[in-house]
């Protein structure tokens, strides 16, 4: 049994919660409650996925998943967090990938979906317990939720399962005036300082060229291009603010030609 699906287990269990349908701009457009349960079998060859969507004035929906490996799209981290999508982006197809964490007894998964005209189609939100848990939810997030400066530890996980990278991270936001944001990232074994600046819009930071940062339900962010270009790198990111000062972020980065290329997850703790 590999190292990645024995991570798989660490989400064994009944989650419920919802899938919060969302508006590239994040507004919520449907609320459909959920159980989701995982279950190993035959002493841990096969997981079997069970997802219960129950819409209200509707009649349930169940569909059924067995495992017995792992895809190609999907990567692990050591504590149950991981990541499933496209390993390629290319013009005139769907691409997209869902980016899982998982605290204690709760999980949040962010699903982003392009269409086929390379612009951001669709946000689903997925916020889940464990049965009997009673684990609160966090308050949605604000942009004041975000200012500070950030130290963290990332480890970087490679598709062609090479070693794993580890190192740490310094995230500086700041907000200059109302309407504008500053944010200053160092990270990688060779940090480079990569400095942008925002336009807050309500629950929304927009960067340029084509970046936006959408605040959330459950103190979580959605960060990611609004639309696609060719030969460009990028990213797509979920975050979530654990606790006040205490921060987890999963990115999945895409190199110029469109592939898959890594994945990534910060613990990141806020100074003072």
Known sequence: ???????LFQNEGIWQGSFTRLSPAGDVLEDIPSIVSLEALNQGETMRQIVRKLPVNQDPEEQVYEYR??????????????????IQWGPFSEFGAELGLIWGDRRLRLVQIFGKDNQLAQLTLIREARANSNAPERPPLTVAD???????????????????????TRLIIE?????QLTQTLQ???????????????????QFEPSTQVLCLPDGATATG?????????????V??????????????????RGAWSSLTLVTERRDG
């Open 239 to 256: 975050g979530w603010l654990l606790e006040p000062g205490l921060r987890q972020r999963m990115i999945r980065y895409y190199d110029e």
């Open 1 to 7: 049994m590999t190292a990645q699906w024995e991570r």
């Open 187 to 205: 990270m990688g074994k060779r940090p480079q300082i990569v400095q942008s600046t925002g336009c807050v819009q309500g629950s929304q930071i």
């Open 146 to 168: 975000l200012l500070g400066t950030w130290q963290g530890e990332a480890i970087t996980l490679y598709p062609d399962l090479r070693p794993d990278d580890t190192y740490e």
């Open 69 to 86: 490996s792992l895809g190609k799209g999907v990567l692990f981290f050591e504590n149950g967090a991981f990541s499933q999508g496209s």
């Open 175 to 179: 907000q200059s005036d109302r309407n």
């Open 225 to 237: 291009p609004t639309s696609i270009s060719t030969n460009t790198p990028l990213f797509l990111e």
